[in-house]
């Protein structure tokens, strides 16, 4: 069958629809597997609801920054992903760092209690497949293949041996995040750790995310490397049929035109109007999980744009409504690679990204860090089977002290000197060399 992608724009949008002690941390180069118990979080159903209705929130302040960059471009993005990379950042932010990052992330929590709900979240998306194989009640594809349904959030940690991480934040990721925690040697590999990390996003996105890291993105100031990983590849609960679709005109927001394929499907769907604007949506197996169209009217598609937001689309998905009609969707797929710092800068958390003001001492107290940039990889294919999708963010967090490297000291040009006395620092004698030919 065709693979393919959704990220977390869907996925996130989907779920909205629904210092301590400075003791070193013993990494000790042994890796703790993805999915070691973590608790069980002691949340309620208000929690979760803040958290996702703020995480919403801060998708479409992410998505409208992110759409000043791309004009007239295609965009993906898993603001879920985002959102718990940063979310594992924050847990060892402090200061004005901390209050920019919780004022931008919109974490609407404080506290243990903001990543127990972050955990809750997580466990609650990776119920959906569980319940989609419920659903799917045994049903099979014409070459007696089982209908696929596939969802995994992994988070991973990579941080520098011997390094002072405070147990406390160490253990806090282990506790809410599932991470992997792997013990590095930054200054002496890079590249290689770099490569590492990569294979890593890889074998938890089936191969979609390849390069999450890029070339140069790891030197040996790089202290730790914070990264959420997410796959999902599913069928649509109502398949397209491949026998009905065709070719048909595609008008691009420049105006051009361009002859596509097009998926067809007569059925019922749920289906809203409102204010001009169309909303269907697609439901994959299990129905915990659906892909929501939103189609404005012709030439209004940027003001729309512009004015939507989590309340706003809550609103119209509050609206659907079970109808009969046809659905024609263009099959597609999207690739994006992105930077984050600025995006993030302008959203309101600057502090985090220089080198000056940074406050990440919940993380290790040993050195000033910040974080180098956040990069971010989505890859979605939707055909007539279904949406294969995935995403990485990789938050990379380095000291602003260089290694000491060797050194050459070669006094082949005039020179100042200074006889002291170590203990005191009094200054015995003060002279300089700038003729060698007076000793000649």
């Known amino acids: 069958m065709h693979r393919r992608r959704l990220l977390a724009l869907a996925g996130a949008l989907t779920a909205g629809a629904i210092a301590g002690c400075a003791d070193r941390f013993p990494m000790n180069g042994e890796t703790r597997a993805q999915g070691a118990p973590g608790i069980e979080p002691d949340i309620d159903d208000e929690e979760l609801r803040a958290l996702v209705a703020e995480t919403n929130g ?247 744009e512009r004015e939507l937001d989590g309340e706003t689309l809550a609103s119209m998905l509050d609206q659907l409504e079970h109808r009969d009609g046809t659905v024609q969707l263009p099959r597609f797929t999207i690739e994006s690679k992105m930077r984050l710092s600025n995006v993030l800068a302008a959203l309101g958390m600057p502090d985090a990204f220089d080198p000056e003001t940074a406050d990440f001492t919940g993380m290790a107290g040993d050195e000033q860090l910040h974080i180098d940039e956040v990069y971010h990889d989505s890859w979605i294919s939707v055909d007539e089977e279904g949406t294969e999708a995935a995403a990485a963010t990789g938050v990379v967090m380095r000291t602003i002290s260089a290694p000491a490297d060797p050194f050459t000291f070669s006094a082949n040009r005039p020179f100042l000197f200074v006889i002291r006395d170590r203990d005191t620092d009094t200054i015995l004698f003060l002279g300089r060399v700038v003729d060698p030919t007076a000793w000649e």
Not at 101 to 130: C, I
Not at 256 to 270: A, G, L, V, Y
């Open 58 to 304: 801060f998708t479409f302040d992410l998505y409208e920054q992110l759409v000043l960059d791309t004009s007239d471009d295609n965009l993906f993005v898993s603001p879920v992903s985002i959102a718990i990379a940063m979310a594992m950042t924050y847990a060892g932010a402090e200061g004005d760092t901390r209050e920019q990052m919780r004022e931008t992330l919109r974490y609407p929590l404080e506290g243990e209690v903001l990543h127990e709900t972050f955990n809750g979240l997580q466990r609650a998306l990776l119920e959906r497949e569980a319940e989609a194989v419920i659903d799917r009640g045994g049903r099979y594809h014409e070459d007696d293949e089982p209908v696929p349904f596939e969802l995994s959030i992994v988070n991973g940690l990579w941080g520098q041996e011997d390094y002072g991480f405070h147990d406390e934040f160490m253990q806090g990721i282990e506790d809410h995040y599932f991470a992997d925690v792997q013990s590095v040697d930054f200054s002496a590999e890079p590249d290689a750790t770099r490569e590492e990390i990569n294979r890593w996003v890889a074998d938890h996105t089936g191969d979609r995310i390849t390069e999450l890291l890029p070339e140069g993105s790891i030197d040996g100031l790089v202290r730790l490397v914070l990264v959420n990983a997410i796959y999902f590849l599913a069928n649509w609960k109502h398949p397209f049929p491949p026998d009905a679709t065709e070719t048909a005109t595609f008008t691009a927001l420049d105006g051009t035109t361009h002859d596509i394929d097009f998926m067809h499907e007569n059925r019922s769907w749920k289906h809203a109007t409102v204010d001009g604007t169309q909303v269907v949506e697609l439901p994959y197996i299990g129905d915990s999980i659906a892909m929501s169209v939103l189609l404005p009217p012709d030439g209004e598609f940027e003001s729309f």
